[in-house]
Nanobody, 117 residues
Framework: QVQLVESGGGFVQAGGSLKLSCTAS????????MAWYRQAPGKQRELVAT???????NYADSVKGRFTISRDNAKNTASLQMNSLKPEDTAIYYC???????????WGQGTQVTVSS
């Protein structure tokens, strides 16, 4: 089992920045990729950014150039630096981890990000 706990959400004005953190515990050695997803009211959960165990990253087109995902394997954390935030970035952000052997997905409880115009 892997447990994920997010932190760092909050309220910010458009153009501002926030940094989200996700701390993993449990069977850390089984984690392959980690990712951040988000879900806005009335919308489906969408992938924001992914970082693999080797460090390669992928981003949704809507956040490219504004968001940066990083990972500290020594601290078992994954972070999402969000700059130039827009009102459309308002959502609950979820940390995700994938088991390298079973491909089972683990989720954090989510953290709210609200961007005012």
């Amino acid at each position: 089992q892997v447990q994920l706990v997010e932190s760092g959400g909050g309220f910010v004005q458009a153009g501002g920045s926030l940094k989200l953190s996700c701390t993993a515990s449990g069977l850390i050695s089984r984690i392959n990729s980690m990712a951040w997803y988000r879900q806005a009211p009335g919308k489906q959960r969408e992938l924001v950014a992914t970082i693999r165990s080797g460090g390669s990253t992928n981003y949704a087109d809507s956040v490219k150039g504004r968001f940066t995902i990083s990972r500290d394997n020594a601290k078992n954390t994954a972070s999402l630096q969000m700059n130039s935030l827009k009102p459309e970035d308002t959502a609950i952000y979820y940390c995700n981890a994938v088991d390298i052997f079973s491909s089972r997905q683990y989720w954090g409880q989510g953290t709210q990000v609200t961007v005012s115009s």
